[in-house]
């Protein structure tokens, strides 16, 4: 049991020691916020999507080109053909004796509006691709403050069990003492380190979960996997000063003109009135205007001559299209009003559930954890006094490490809950 022991402890201090000589960055919240706004790649990679849309602004913008045709162009006349004479005169110098061609130039030309309402539906296509980075931002941005609190969270919950180890370390040497003089049993030593190493197996058991934290972050910030990510504890509990004053129905206001998936919801309802009305459009024929050259096909030698074309609205007058605008319209208006209810109950929730985390808190006195602190240093003294048994002084060690759970977990949900309140509201309404 001994040899075990001693295995375990040389085990831990051997990776605590890896730890500490990598290279440890030291960073409040707000610095990491910066570098995750700067450098996450899929926030770079989405913002790039605006871009494009607006690319398809400018396309949508430029007119069609014209078309050129050369045509019917006899590369040789024979004598035979031209019967010995000289049918043609040369067009330019010696080119284009007895030669014969045509060329033919071509201009679409949009009718009833159509480049415009086009430019018009590109362009809520860019408002709508803001909107849609603007909502993933603000997901993100849930996602990378709660790895924050995590991590947070994680290192505080290991400090409490780091500090007692060096305590119950030199209760177990003095223990140790005792047993060898045979003033104590050996079963209360045993007992003692096997508490002992509980609180190895709880570090190593933080220790993974702040790995897998410490990944998370690092993916959203773009870091060095080999860093080691220490987060100031600065910013872990929330105030709770302007909670009193804030109004559900105000709060609800507020989400309808910050949310990005509110107002995508209401640009797509733009998007499709603009798309019925170019439809409807599309019911005018485009004209095609034309400019032709014609050299020796006709009775003219040089034949210059213009035209026009469009098709004849007799059978396909764009209805399915049209109905299919109509239809996505009606969609937009039910998706709308969907998306306003589904705001309104996210934030009163939002509201509820903070409220109820920052009353549960407040139960909380705020001199209790140096009480605790207090007691626990007491209960140390007084079992190494022998004033106190060992099952005494292990059910106050637990109910401490219990208690100091409690008092994170509710300061990291009041966190939680404050940054929900933030996400169905669209904005940052408790930092």
Known sequence: MTLKYWKIVWIYCFFISSITA?????????????????????????????????????????????????????LWATPSQRQHQEVVPPLV???????????ELEQLIYTAGKRKKRVAIEQVGVEKSKQYFEDLLRGLKVEFRNQLTNL???????????????????LIAAYQNQVTQGNVSKSEYIRLKALQIEVFKSINSIDKE????????????????????????????????NIGFLDVKDLVNQAKESRPDFKFAELEQTYYDKMVAYERTQKTPDVTFKALYDRNGSTMINFVGFGLSFDLPFFNRNQGNIKMAQIGQEQAKFQFQEKELSVENEVILAFQNINRSFEFLTHIEPDYEKTIDAMLTSYMQNFRLRNISLLEFLDFFD???????AILEA?????????????????????
């Open 399 to 405: 109910t401490y490490l219990e208690n100091k759970q």
């Open 93 to 103: 110098g010696d080119f284009g004796r007895n030669l014969q061609f045509s060329a």
């Open 411 to 431: 300061v990291k949900e009041v966190n939680e809950k404050a940054e929900e309140l933030n996400f169905a509201v669209g904005k940052d309404i408790i930092n």
């Open 210 to 241: 702040l790995h897998e934290s410490q990944k998370e972050l690092k993916n959203l910030m773009k870091l060095n996997p080999t860093v080691v990510l220490e987060l100031n504890p600065e910013g872990f509990e929330k105030s709770n000063e």
């Open 22 to 74: 990598q290279d440890t960055l030291r960073l409040s919240r707000i610095d990491c916020e910066a570098i995750f706004l700067k450098e996450n790649l899929t926030l770079i990679s989405e913002k790039l999507e605006i871009n494009k849309a607006e690319a398809q602004v400018i396309q949508a913008k430029l007119w069609p080109n014209p078309t050129f045709t050369l045509d019917q162009v006899n």
């Open 152 to 170: 947070q969270y994680l290192q505080l919950y290991r400090k409490v069990y780091v500090n007692q180890v060096e305590s119950l370390n030199k």
